[in-house]
């Protein structure tokens, strides 16, 4: 069962500040997932603005964001501050695209796979409407990043 929220915005789920927040709107969520959108355009981010494109390999930064979503709306929904997180690698990375290109609009999903202690792994993928990439990602968001900061 689905629980979308359409008048959330990433900038409320995200801890970043534009222009670095990428996403352009949640699409969908449930208790393990999100699903969310953007469209390339000449503000994007990453944008190679002499090709007009975005290079395939800032697809893993898109995925990252739409888990970043997902935390965001568990936060929310238990009344909490939204947490920062990290991205710490990803077992693969398959592309079946070169780039993310000008006025396309992807859909990118998140699945989440396993989580304990603040890892998680999630399943990712980019869509138009076809697979363009997809990645297991391996991120961690401790529960008090101040303290976290001071024992490195």
Same mark, same amino acid.
């Given at each position: 069962?689905?629980?979308?929220?359409?008048?959330?915005?990433?900038?409320?789920?995200?801890?970043?500040?534009?222009?670095?927040?990428?996403?352009?709107?949640?699409?969908?969520?449930?208790?393990?997932?999100?699903?969310?959108? +953007?469209?390339?355009?000449?503000?994007?981010?990453?944008?190679?603005?002499?090709?007009?494109?975005?290079?395939?390999? +800032?697809? %893993?930064?898109?995925?990252?964001?739409?888990?970043?979503?997902?935390?965001?709306?568990?936060?929310?929904?238990?009344?909490?501050?939204?947490?920062?997180?990290? %991205? @710490?690698?990803?077992?693969?990375?398959?592309?079946?695209?070169?780039?993310?290109?000008?006025?396309?609009?992807?859909?990118?999903?998140?699945?989440?796979?396993?989580?304990?202690?603040?890892?998680?792994?999630?399943?990712?993928?980019?869509?138009?409407?076809?697979?363009?990439?997809?990645?297991?990602?391996?991120? +961690?968001?401790?529960?008090?990043?101040?303290? +976290?900061?001071?024992? @490195?």
């Amino acid at each position: 069962m689905s629980n979308a929220q359409p008048n959330w915005q990433p900038e409320e789920l995200l801890p970043h500040d534009h222009p670095m927040i990428l996403l352009g709107r949640v699409e969908d969520y449930g208790a393990d997932f999100v699903a969310a959108s +953007f469209t390339v355009n000449k503000q994007s981010y990453f944008l190679n603005h002499q090709q007009q494109l975005i290079p395939i390999w +800032f697809g %893993l930064e898109y995925m990252a964001q739409t888990i970043g979503l997902f935390a965001g709306i568990q936060h929310k929904l238990a009344n909490e501050p939204v947490k920062i997180g990290f %991205l @710490l690698g990803t077992r693969r990375y398959t592309c079946l695209a070169d780039a993310l290109l000008m006025s396309h609009t992807y859909q990118v999903r998140a699945s989440k796979k396993y989580e304990d202690e603040g890892l998680s792994v999630f399943d990712c993928a980019i869509y138009h409407p076809e697979l363009v990439a997809e990645a297991s990602i391996n991120v +961690f968001q401790p529960n008090d990043s101040a303290e +976290f900061f001071k024992q @490195l």
